[in-house]
């Protein structure tokens, strides 16, 4: 069966009453038939629904689904992206551990790095996404994990998975661990290339629609089971209603992202040939300078392009503020396009030079391409840029 086909068609177990649609499943807890499969239910010699912080119908459904499109052998949902983040993290790592970053990821996940970890005794040595002999290097004994987005949030730097896979042949010990947001499921699979955990804000295109906040891990089963006993114990679980509403938005995943991504190309291609922009950076325009690498690991390439206008920060307001149909918010991955300013929100906490390091500068946009038709989407940014 195909992917499209399967996410439609993989559906929690009908109950007795024969639905159609799977049901919402708002309860906390679950009953047991007798006090046996009770206890054998918490010894962990049978598979049951125990209390929703663990498990319930709705969060197995959508969790399937994502296992299904990532090719992971387990998973867990969470109560938000950076949730699913920092247990990815926190789930692994104790005192005296250290831990390789991309210095090109998520703001949060840099505050997570440099401000709580250390708090445990976490160390963290960042290296930059283009410069790949700089990550074997910064490999230390203590070493438990690598961690990276590509491409990367704003500034779209892609990192080579295969070369990624060999280095984690020659060091198995440590866990890779990539946040594979911006590409989904559909149009990068990390796990193929020998990766251990793929994790996902569902805030963004798996929900798609700006309704609801999730996360969700998956990877290899060993792993997930580790990171069970974390989360049975510190609770950041994903409610039976987002878990149904995510479910129900993954069916139409695929077909969202080939709209997403071909009127991405079209903004793109557009905003090249503007007199007011500076710079365009998307992963499958062939001025990208990782271009060829994008089309070998990426079905397409995205929604997100990152743009910057000539004339700083100024010019970067008089662009936001002229906009009339797209929207200004910090989200991502809506079927509404929506722009961010990544230097005085997303990224504010970094230093000047910091974000220099990972391609933010005072008029860089972060521009997140919908699902409107492309001849508005393009006639709101003309217009804005015109004003410049």
């Keep these: 069966m195909e992917e499209q086909s399967k996410l439609i068609r993989t559906q929690a177990e009908r109950s007795k009453n024969r639905e159609h649609s799977v049901p919402l499943y708002l309860t906390s807890s679950f009953i047991f038939d007798d006090s046996e499969q009770s206890r054998a239910t918490f010894a962990g010699e049978m598979e049951a629904n125990i209390y929703s912080r663990y498990s319930n119908p709705n969060t197995s459904e959508f969790i399937a689904k994502v296992c299904q499109m990532e090719g992971a052998e387990d998973g867990l949902a969470f109560s938000s992206g950076m949730a699913a983040v920092f247990a990815s993290l926190a789930g692994f790592l104790k005192s005296g551990d250290h831990v390789i970053a991309c210095r090109s990821i998520f703001g949060s996940t840099i505050q997570l790095l440099d401000q709580l970890l250390p708090r445990w005794g976490i160390s963290r040595t960042y290296v930059t996404a283009l410069n790949l002999e700089e ?17 990367s949030n704003p500034g779209l730097d892609l990192i ?29 699979k990390p796990l ?6 793929v994790c996902h804000s569902a805030t963004k295109y798996m929900d798609g629609q700006g309704r609801v906040l999730g996360g969700v891990v998956v990877g290899r089963k060993d792993l997930i089971n580790e990171l069970m006993f974390f989360i049975r114990h510190t609770g950041p679980a994903m409610s039976p209603f987002t878990a149904w509403l995510l479910s129900k938005s993954l069916e139409t995943l695929t077909l969202r992202m080939d709209r997403h991504c071909e009127n991405a190309l079209a903004v793109a291609k557009q905003l090249e040939i503007h007199k007011s922009v500076k710079s365009v950076k998307y992963p499958f325009l062939r001025s990208h300078p990782q271009y060829l690498l994008a089309k070998k690991q990426m079905k397409a390439g995205g929604a997100i392009i990152t743009f910057e206008v000539i004339g700083g920060f100024d010019a970067a307001k008089i662009f936001l503020d002229g906009l009339k149909m797209i929207l200004i918010t910090s989200n991502l991955g809506d ?40 001849i508005d989407i393009l006639a709101d940014v003309n217009q804005a840029l015109d004003r410049i």
């Excluded at 060999?166 to 590409?183: V, W």
């Excluded at 929100?345 to 492309?374: A, C, M, N, Y």
């Design 135 to 151: 990550w074997e290097a910064a490999i230390k004994p203590e070493t438990k994990m690598i961690f990276l987005e590509t491409p």
């Design 335 to 374: 079927s509404r396009t929506i722009v961010t300013h990544p230097a005085s929100t997303t990224h504010s906490k970094l230093s000047e030079d910091e974000r220099r390091e990972v391609g933010i500068f005072p008029g860089t946009i972060r521009f997140s391409v919908g699902l409107e038709d492309i």
């Design 160 to 188: 080579d998975l295969e070369w990624l896979g060999g280095l984690k042949k020659k060091y198995p010990h440590i866990i890779f661990n990539i946040d594979n947001c911006f590409a989904t499921p559909y149009l990068q």
């Design 192 to 197: 193929s290339y020998g990766f251990d955990l």
